[in-house]
């Protein structure tokens, strides 16, 4: 009779283990959530920093409308 518990541990055991297994399954799904929102968020950042720099340089061609136009268009005047 001795078996008994042992078996009963056992089974205790093997259930503990696939419950840590199904929770780190979970964990790892939720990783994968958060990690797509970072690459999300990269990507993001990066078409915002290029769209930044668009306006800038447009601003700086509003701001100086000579420097960037220049006497090219007015050669004969």
């Not at 078996?7 to 419950?19: H, L, P, R």
């Not at 290029?50 to 007015?74: K, T």
């Amino acid at each position: 009779m001795s078996s008994r518990p042992e078996a009963t541990a056992i089974s205790q055991a093997v259930n503990e283990v696939m419950a840590i297994v199904e929770s780190l399954k979970q964990a790892s799904e939720r990783m994968d959530e958060v990690l797509e929102l970072v690459e999300h968020a990269e990507r993001q950042k990066l078409a915002d920093e290029h769209e930044i720099d668009s306006l800038r340089r447009l601003l700086r061609q509003l701001q100086h409308p000579r420097s960037s136009r220049g006497d090219r268009h007015e050669p004969g005047a």
